[in-house]
């Protein structure tokens, strides 16, 4: 793979690309931000994502993640993987688990390295409160199911919920260690389901990292959004995500995402910078109109967050 050559105006070199491959999601989980996404026009097909991580390949972005809503709903998610896997280091997937267990050896066999599965509770009460949908035992059964294939490192992705499962972060701490894996905190955006439930639901995660720091026997330095990862005295390895009102993680990014109906996003939190990228795919050259239309997103990148902002 060729080094990242897209650097944008603050200095932040772009490594990785999110593809969101639809907007469709069996689950209906109260803190979803649709990857900063609104009434997609149509979903792209597999042999434009296939061309769009050529072109972003080409200019050094070697990382892909596959994201949704719930990309286990594309009846040829395989062959999505099968298409982004030869221009990549590393594909990898954010899921809701729901189908995960009968997929799984499917989507290692296609080239998926690794997932994230999303598990924002232990009790199958309050894991229906949040996503609506009654699958706690589904969704572990695909978490076992995936480790099972070697879809490792595996991360476990917690919204925290203040007064839902804030509560729950020892027994998913405990839970974590004893598969496995890395349980990834992370702190709720203010997107999509409106101010109130956003003020309601919050919680700032800064004081809780602070005591991971102070548990920790090895933290693990990360280049994305200037994250560690904090290794525990009791075995358990944790990640905590703050993105709201954190001008470190916005500084610290290295991602651009593709929207599921083909515009190049350059950060979660903005609509008004946009780079549609279906004029690009249906050029008369197309390879070198993508490429540029990569290079016009990385012009467009701004922290979200700034100090004194």
Known sequence: MSPPTLIDPYGRAIDTLRISVTQRCDFNCIY?????????????????????????????????????????????????????????????????????????????EAGLARVNVSLPSLSRELFEAITGVDALGRVLRGVEAAIDVGLTPLKLNVVVLRGMNSGEIPRLLDYS????????????????????????LHLNLKPLEELFKAEAERVEEKGE??????????????????????????????????????????CLMRDD???????????GNPGEDLTEAFREAVRRRKPYWVRGG
């Open 32 to 108: 979803c931000h649709r990857e900063g996404e609104s009434q997609p026009r149509r979903e792209l097909t597999v042999d434009e994502i296939g061309r769009i991580a050529a072109a972003a390949s080409s200019l050094g972005i070697s990382k892909f993640k596959i994201t949704g809503g719930e990309p286990l709903l594309r009846g040829d998610i395989a062959e999505i993987i099968q298409a982004v896997s030869p221009h990549a280091e590393e594909v990898s997937m954010t899921t809701n688990g729901s189908h995960l267990e009968s997929m799984a050896h499917r989507l290692s």
């Open 177 to 200: 260690r004893e598969i496995g894996a890395t349980l990834q905190l992370i702190e709720l955006q203010p997107l999509r389901r409106g101010a109130a439930i956003w003020r309601r």
């Open 225 to 266: 959004q200037g994250r560690r990862r904090y290794h525990l005295r009791n075995g358990a390895v944790v990640e905590v995500v703050r993105g709201v009102e954190n001008p470190d993680f916005c500084l610290n990014c290295r991602r651009l995402r593709v929207t599921s109906d083909g515009y190049l996003k350059p």
């Open 273 to 283: 910078n946009l780079v549609d990228l279906l004029p690009h795919l249906n050029s």
